[in-house]
């Protein structure tokens, strides 16, 4: 590929190589393989990867978690850079084609068949900022009160979205208000502090580790500044936030239909963000005995939030355990005069606990070379996953899959990686009965306690290529593998059933209507 020096200079100052944008241009060639689904993981029982937990185990898991947190570091890592575009859809497209003077509300959802929109009118008054709403609009419709209700609800949704007043669709979704109390109203980001008190801090310090936009940094500063005192009295933690911004340097150039490098109209080369994965490089920049991963916006009321710690502190206690076991394992294989017996024992602890597939010639292999399949096998990052049952959320899902050297293993998979025109790989998709809420918990360290180089166990061939236009051109786009997709492939995973409580996420404004985003009167 000829670059030109302006070219050069451009990916340069972006943080990229030449050789990382040419291996880029050569994945939108070859193409990308889709991901060999080889069954749906399932809790049918514990080989078929997601492990159900007797009330006596997830107490074990529990107590376990409670009696072990003071002595190790903890920090919670919060994707959070999204504006809340997508969260206000419908509404903008209500704002965009309604006019009142035209139809009346009704006529137009049922035009449209818009329940959505519908269920926004019916819940309207049940909305966290409806008061907030109502006084925005009296500083710009002292004539508001005479209009018609069609009318009004209509200025109701411009005086939310436009640019000149709350302008709440380009706010970060972390910052809207999210939840009610009779004294005032929570953020996203204020119920993540609170939510982490309950499980996520440490001899009473809680560390939370925020990804966003790097425009969005002054206003998040000042909110922690607004609520820091009065969270901290009320959960008798104190609190350590940082915050981080997606690199320039995880980019990804973009290509025309024929593999050739985009250009503006200026003749520069186009790059874009690459999705979630890109956040791999913030994750690896933290150091801590674990990591509680969570998204944004599934986040809970106050009243809910202990049920919700609960099942964090059984997927925290289930790693610290699994952790111990792993590190003394890798230990004993350290041992110069290691039992037979002993290496038995640990290769089945890798299947048993792990959900790891040994070979089926491990007894075959020399005593030394099993010793150094365990090690690799052993040595890895430790995620523990919650799995939620199938109730038509969208979302990946847990599955086993063939990997291109014929290993079998567990993964988090999207269904956009799956191939839709085989009818067995859809058939597999279709007996899926769980879907990934981005529940996890992370061992990162090693049994030495040097941190892991988390890039070095994701799968390049994970990534995914879209289709996208710019400026009325079509385009190529390469997104990075998703980060609890193939960026997390080559650790040891293991998948829990959590109740739907612990899945909360506020994807459209009416989420907010449902019942762990309301206070009860």
């Known amino acids: 590929m000829n670059f030109t020096e302006k070219d050069i200079q451009q990916i340069e100052k972006k943080g990229l190589t030449i050789k990382k944008v040419e291996k880029q241009i050569e ?33 074990h898991f529990i107590n376990h978690y409670d009696t072990k947190r003071d002595a190790i ?96 669709g380009f706010y970060p979704k972390g910052l809207l208000p999210f939840h009610k109390y009779k004294s005032h109203i929570a953020t996203a980001f204020e119920e993540h502090l609170f939510e982490s008190s309950f ?58 239909p024929k593999d050739e490098p985009f250009r503006d109209d200026d003749g520069r080369l186009v ?49 610290l355990e699994l952790r111990e076991q792993t590190f003394n394992h890798l230990r004993s294989l350290d041992e110069a005069n290691i039992a037979d017996a002993k290496i038995l024992e640990i290769a089945e602890f890798l ?40 109730e038509g959320e969208p979302g990946g899902g847990p599955f086993w899959i063939k990997e291109e050297s014929g290993n079998i293993s567990l993964q988090i998979v999207e269904s956009a990686q799956v191939d839709r025109k085989s009818k067995n790989q859809k058939e597999i998709l279709k007996n899926s009965t769980h879907f990934n809420p981005v529940d996890l918990v992370c061992s990162v360290r090693n049994y030495k306690g040097e941190k892991f180089n988390l890039e070095k166990y994701s799968d390049p061939k994970t990534s995914f290529i879209t289709m996208k236009t710019k400026v009325g051109k079509d385009l190529k786009a390469l997104e990075l593998p998703g980060l609890w997709n193939g960026s997390m492939a080559n650790w040891n995973s293991i998948f829990v059933e959590v109740p739907l409580i612990t899945f909360n996420p506020v994807k459209t404004v009416t989420d907010l209507l449902k019942t762990t985003h309301q206070i009860k009167r």
């Open 351 to 390: 299947v048993q606990r792990l959900n790891v597939k040994v070979s089926h010639e491990f007894e075959k292999y020399s005593k030394k070379y099993q010793i150094e399949y365990l090690q690799e096998k052993l040595n890895r990052p430790i995620r523990v996953c919650g799995m939620v049952k199938n």
């Open 199 to 256: 499980y996520a801090s440490s001899n009473g310090e809680a560390k939370l580790h925020f990804t966003i936009s790097e425009k969005y940094q002054d206003i998040f500063d000042d909110e922690f500044k607004r609520i820091e005192d009065i969270v901290e009295r009320k959960t008798k933690t104190r609190f350590d936030i940082s915050f981080s911004f997606q690199k320039e340097s995880t980019d990804t150039i973009a290509v025309t």
């Open 27 to 59: 994945l939108f060639k070859t193409g990308l393989p889709p991901i060999n689904l080889k069954a749906a993981a399932t809790v049918d029982d514990d080989i078929n990867g997601i492990k159900k937990l007797s009330d006596e185990k997830k107490q």
């Open 271 to 319: 790059f874009r963000p690459s999705g979630h994965g890109a956040l791999l490089e913030n994750l690896n920049d933290l150091d801590a005995d674990i990591i509680f991963i969570k998204n944004i916006d599934n986040v809970v009321v106050f009243n809910y939030e202990q049920d919700v710690a609960t099942y964090k502190k059984v997927l925290g206690g289930m790693l």
């Open 73 to 168: 570091s903890i920090v919670k890592f919060v994707p959070a850079s999204g504006a809340a575009t997508r969260m206000f859809k419908t509404l903008f497209g209500f704002a965009d084609d309604y006019n009142p003077d035209e139809e009346t509300i009704n006529s137009f959802i049922n035009k449209n068949k818009d329940l959505d929109l519908s269920l926004f009118f019916v819940g309207l008054e049940k909305l966290p900022f409806y008061e907030l709403v109502l006084k925005e609009i009296e500083k710009h419709y002292p004539e508001y009160s005479a209009m018609t209700i069609d009318k009004q609800r209509y200025i109701f949704v411009k005086t939310m979205l436009d640019q000149d007043k709350l302008n709440y």
